[in-house]
């Protein structure tokens, strides 16, 4: 009756969650994977991470005896699992094995330069007629580029460097499971230069000058000179138009 009660609360023991999302066939990483680690009593956030281009991830330390991880792959497929800890400074090495596949390359110039971090993206008409795009997990300054969780199907992949030349090819995933390596080469380029003058011989100074290939389908801009000329480098070679000041002239290159 009136005594004091002394109540001692230990804290949950502090660890690491680390490991390594792989796809299909168990043994690739996944990169670009979104990890995050969650209490289980609470419902807390606790950490995230997001997967190296070997789709190794480490978290911590946290503090929490019961522990929830999740991930979500960069095409949308998830998975989660539980783990604890029981002691100070443990490791808990949580991997997962996602139903997802993965392609991967270089993309190159015609000399055989890297792009580097090449724009690339890959398009795909499912069963019921829609066309689905899939977009990078990684790319880098080597030419380098994975894209994860196509469907076992054909597509149609496109890459890109920053000035907008560009190539698009076709491939087949015949099982989720096996790697597709698929290394795409820009088409080789020329230098377009030249100068727009008026029958008079006086020159469009400060124009916009647009070029485009010969079905129209994508465009380069320009502004022209003081003495009117313009150059336009890394064009791909074949048949070009090009107009300024409502004036348009078709060429062809080789």
């Known amino acids: 009756h009136g005594g004091l009660i002394q109540i001692t609360i230990a804290p949950p023991p502090s660890g690491t969650v680390q490991g390594t999302i792989y796809t299909a066939d168990g043994v690739t990483g996944v990169p670009g994977a979104y990890v995050a680690v969650y209490d289980v009593r609470s ?26 991880v999740a991930v979500t792959a960069p095409n949308g497929t998830t998975a989660e699992q539980t783990g604890s800890f029981t002691a100070d400074g443990q490791i808990a090495t949580v991997d997962f ?31 019921a007629g829609s066309l689905n795009t899939y977009y990078p997990a990684y ?6 580029y994975a894209l994860v969780g196509i469907p076992a199907d054909r597509f149609d992949l ?45 020159p469009f100074v400060d124009e916009q000058v ?25 064009i791909p070679v074949g048949a070009f138009q090009i107009q300024a000041d409502r004036k348009s002239t078709r060429l062809n290159s080789s």
């Open 139 to 144: 790319t880098d300054g080597a030419g380098a």
């Open 43 to 68: 419902g807390g956030y606790l950490g995230a991470f997001g997967t190296d281009v070997n789709g190794a991830y480490t978290i911590g330390p946290i503090r929490v005896d019961d522990f929830r």
């Open 210 to 234: 647009v070029l485009t290939d010969a079905d129209g389908t994508w465009a380069r801009y320009e502004w022209s000179g003081s003495d009117g000329s313009f150059t336009f480098d890394s």
């Open 158 to 202: 496109t890459a890109q460097d920053s000035r907008g030349l560009q190539k698009t090819v076709s491939a087949t995933i015949a099982d989720i499971a096996v790697p597709l390596t698929l290394d795409v080469q820009l088409p080789p380029t020329m230098t377009v230069q030249g100068t727009f003058t008026d029958a008079a011989g006086v």
């Open 97 to 127: 094995t996602l139903p997802v596949s993965i392609v991967r390359g270089t993309v190159t110039y015609a000399d055989g330069s890297p792009v580097q971090w090449p724009n690339v993206l890959a398009r795909q008409t499912d069963a």
